[in-house]
């Protein structure tokens, strides 16, 4: 069973950039899409970017399109968030998630299709 790891989390001043990384125990989701969600407490867990495979296709949400780049390193078992310009509104718990199976219709917006998720990483944004 893949077991993927947030890390990089903390709490940072509002206009600051942070990284999280996403370290997965085997090197198999080097096949999967893979995807960056976070949740605060009370709200449904909210898409913010997925990559494909191969690093060629990504999709942003539109709250963080142009401040949120997803990215997957050569050897292809670690993906990153990086997070520019950083505002209070973006405090969360931080997941990363993947799946072996493209999401079905192409819904890489839809937590539901992914089967493997981190614990989460808190980021707190202060202003």
């Known amino acids: 069973h893949v077991s993927l790891l947030e890390s990089g989390g903390g709490l940072v001043q509002a206009g600051d950039s942070l990284r999280l990384s996403c370290s997965a125990s085997?090197?198999?989701?080097?096949?999967?899409?893979m995807a960056w969600f976070r949740q605060v407490p009370g709200k449904e867990r909210e898409f913010l970017c997925a990559i494909n495979w191969s690093g060629s296709r990504t999709y942003y949400a539109d709250s963080v399109k142009g401040r949120f780049t997803i990215s997957r390193d050569g050897a292809k078992n670690t993906i990153f968030l990086e997070m520019n310009s950083l505002i209070r509104e973006d405090t969360a718990v931080y997941y990363c998630?993947?799946?072996?199976?493209?999401?079905?219709?192409?819904?890489?917006?839809?937590?539901?299709?992914?089967?493997?998720w981190g614990q989460g990483t808190q980021v707190t944004v202060s202003s």
């Open positions: 085997e090197p198999t989701i080097s096949t999967w899409g």
């Open positions: 998630a993947g799946d072996d199976l493209p999401p079905v219709g192409g819904d890489w917006y839809n937590p539901k299709q992914y089967d493997y």
